[in-house]
């Protein structure tokens, strides 16, 4: 039993520097946007959104496209219908008509996938900063400005903040503090140059260099098409930034449902076995093995007497630690409340991170009706 707590100490230790690791990084990544500046050369940008079954959502993205604070003569707007079967069409048809936005409405034809519109959106652009973003997303008035402002000479990728809108009930919160962690260690990993996640709801890079990375080519899942890029613009030596300012968030709902989280979830996990980097395929593991741990230790510390003080340490610094890198990013993204919630997520995200795992290899999931391999 000995050589097991020396085991669990040593894991809980790695974890523990890790994510002071990423701490560090994120209090001393750039915080400043756009609202301190009184000019900004606003260079010509082409926006992508690929979009499958948004009638709900879409004439929102497209409003918060049309008040942003630039000059709309500089951007041009692409939208790549994936086989949308409600009334997505429609409703992108009636908005051009009355928006002074340059809108160009495109369908894909034999392909499918979001990754597919993505390649179809950025051959038809006429741009080459491209600037991407989900169709269920509104954006921040000045999200433009700070793109141009920040994709300058020798920047060819500059990753956005995300967050999710504000919302109630458990599986929000829950949903909420595990976005805010995924948030940390994207800005935490970046400020050392080596970021390891992104997200293509707020992102841009420029297409010249998107083409000679090889751009989606070589990529064979349905989904991770931001991941993957970020990877091969890595691989290439491309310089890579972020900004994590207030006025350049983006805001995405949450999942209404258990099953559309539990879905969601998988399709995100499901791309794990795909990653190249060794620095992420580090923080997968570890977060995952930690949770094991975590859940092994409330089995065994009503049953081990001699060991139980150092497991409930053991247990209490893996907790201080998460709950420290939780309160800045909430405190930064305004969602404090969501700290209410950490003692009861923390309790079950042990479960919820293995079940997830084990899913993300042995079943399928749905994404707005298709079904894809885990």
Same mark, same amino acid.
């Given at each position: 039993m000995s050589y097991l707590i020396i085991i669990l100490a040593l894991i809980t230790t790695i974890y523990f520097c890790a994510i002071v690791w990423v701490i560090i990084g994120f209090i001393k990544i750039k915080k400043i946007g756009f609202q301190n500046r009184e000019t900004v050369d606003e260079q010509n940008i082409s926006i992508i959104i690929p979009v499958r079954n948004e009638e709900i959502n879409i004439e929102k993205c497209l409003q918060s496209i049309?008040?942003?604070?630039?000059?709309?003569?500089?951007v041009e707007v692409i939208i790549?219908?994936?086989?949308?079967?409600?009334?997505?069409?429609?409703?992108?048809?009636?908005?051009?008509?009355?928006?002074?936005?340059?809108?160009?409405?495109? &369908?894909?034809?034999?392909?499918t996938s979001k990754k597919e519109a993505l390649k179809l959106g950025i051959e038809k652009?006429?741009?080459n900063l491209i600037a991407t973003t989900d169709a269920d997303c509104i954006l921040p008035e000045n999200w433009l400005k700070n793109t141009s402002l920040h994709i300058n000479d020798g920047v060819d990728m500059l990753l956005g903040p995300i967050i999710f809108e504000k919302g109630n009930g458990f599986l929000y919160w829950f949903q909420t503090l595990d976005m805010l962690a995924i948030q940390g260690i994207e800005f935490g990993?970046?400020?050392?140059?080596?970021?390891?996640?992104?997200? &293509? &709801?707020n992102l841009s890079y420029l297409k010249s260099t998107y083409k000679y990375?090889?751009?989606?080519?070589?990529?064979n899942t349905p989904s991770g098409d931001d991941v993957f890029l970020l990877e091969k613009f890595k691989s290439s030596n491309k310089k890579i930034t972020g900004l994590l300012a207030k006025d350049f968030i983006v805001e995405?709902? &949450?999942?209404?449902?258990?099953?559309?989280f539990f879905n969601q979830r998988l399709r995100w996990s499901s791309k794990a076995k795909y990653y190249s980097s060794k620095l992420l395929l580090f923080f997968s593991s570890i977060v995952l093995i930690q949770n094991i741990l975590l859940l092994f230790i409330c089995v065994v510390i009503p049953l081990v007497e001699k060991y139980r003080l150092i497991l409930i340490i053991l247990f209490l610094?893996?907790?201080?630690?998460?709950?420290?890198?939780?309160f800045l990013v909430a405190c930064f993204y305004d969602r404090n409340k969501a700290?209410?919630?950490?003692?009861?997520?923390?309790?079950?995200?042990?479960?919820?991170i293995i079940v997830v795992w084990i899913a993300s290899i042995t079943t399928k999931y749905n994404w707005k009706g298709r079904e894809f391999n885990g």
């Amino acid at each position: 039993m000995s050589y097991l707590i020396i085991i669990l100490a040593l894991i809980t230790t790695i974890y523990f520097c890790a994510i002071v690791w990423v701490i560090i990084g994120f209090i001393k990544i750039k915080k400043i946007g756009f609202q301190n500046r009184e000019t900004v050369d606003e260079q010509n940008i082409s926006i992508i959104i690929p979009v499958r079954n948004e009638e709900i959502n879409i004439e929102k993205c497209l409003q918060s496209i049309q008040n942003q604070n630039y000059n709309t003569s500089n951007v041009e707007v692409i939208i790549i219908n994936d086989h949308s079967t409600d009334n997505t069409e429609k409703f992108v048809n009636d908005f051009i008509k009355g928006s002074i936005l340059q809108i160009s409405l495109y &369908a894909l034809s034999d392909k499918t996938s979001k990754k597919e519109a993505l390649k179809l959106g950025i051959e038809k652009s006429k741009y080459n900063l491209i600037a991407t973003t989900d169709a269920d997303c509104i954006l921040p008035e000045n999200w433009l400005k700070n793109t141009s402002l920040h994709i300058n000479d020798g920047v060819d990728m500059l990753l956005g903040p995300i967050i999710f809108e504000k919302g109630n009930g458990f599986l929000y919160w829950f949903q909420t503090l595990d976005m805010l962690a995924i948030q940390g260690i994207e800005f935490g990993t970046l400020h050392y140059q080596k970021p390891i996640l992104n997200n &293509a &709801a707020n992102l841009s890079y420029l297409k010249s260099t998107y083409k000679y990375v090889g751009g989606f080519d070589t990529f064979n899942t349905p989904s991770g098409d931001d991941v993957f890029l970020l990877e091969k613009f890595k691989s290439s030596n491309k310089k890579i930034t972020g900004l994590l300012a207030k006025d350049f968030i983006v805001e995405t709902p &949450a999942e209404k449902t258990l099953s559309g989280f539990f879905n969601q979830r998988l399709r995100w996990s499901s791309k794990a076995k795909y990653y190249s980097s060794k620095l992420l395929l580090f923080f997968s593991s570890i977060v995952l093995i930690q949770n094991i741990l975590l859940l092994f230790i409330c089995v065994v510390i009503p049953l081990v007497e001699k060991y139980r003080l150092i497991l409930i340490i053991l247990f209490l610094t893996k907790w201080l630690i998460d709950f420290i890198l939780l309160f800045l990013v909430a405190c930064f993204y305004d969602r404090n409340k969501a700290l209410l919630y950490f003692i009861p997520v923390q309790l079950i995200y042990p479960i919820y991170i293995i079940v997830v795992w084990i899913a993300s290899i042995t079943t399928k999931y749905n994404w707005k009706g298709r079904e894809f391999n885990g």
